[in-house]
Nanobody, 119 residues
Framework: QVQLVESGGGLVQAGGSLRVSCAAS????????MGWYRQAPGKQRELVAG???????NYANSAKGRFTISRDNAKNTVYLQMNSLEPEDTAVYYC?????????????WGQGTLVTVSS
């Protein structure tokens, strides 16, 4: 089993920056891809950014150029640095991890952390 705990959300003004973190515990050596998703009120959950175990990132178009995902495998932690935040970035941000158990790929979610960007 893998468990995820997010931290770092909060209130920030438009144009500001915020970093959210996600710490993994449990069978961390089985984790492959990790990522950040977000869900705004009344909208579906969407991918923001993902990163492979080797450190290769991918971003949603809305995040490109503003957000940076990084991963510290020694600390079993993934970060999302968010710059130039806009009110449209307001959402609950969820950490996601995909891990293997035998020949099965499973995924786990964190509890979410709220990011509010004021105009």
């Amino acid at each position: 089993q893998v468990q995820l705990v997010e931290s770092g959300g909060g209130l920030v003004q438009a144009g500001g920056s915020l970093r959210v973190s996600c710490a993994a515990s449990g069978r961390t050596n089985s984790i492959n891809t990790m990522g950040w998703y977000r869900q705004a009120p009344g909208k579906q959950r969407e991918l923001v950014a993902g990163i492979t175990s080797g450190g290769t990132p991918n971003y949603a178009n809305s995040a490109k150029g503003r957000f940076t995902i990084s991963r510290d495998n020694a600390k079993n932690t993934v970060y999302l640095q968010m710059n130039s935040l806009e009110p449209e970035d307001t959402a609950v941000y969820y950490c996601n991890a995909q891990y293997t158990r035998g020949f099965t790929v499973l995924e786990v979610w964190g509890q979410g952390t709220l990011v509010t960007v004021s105009s």
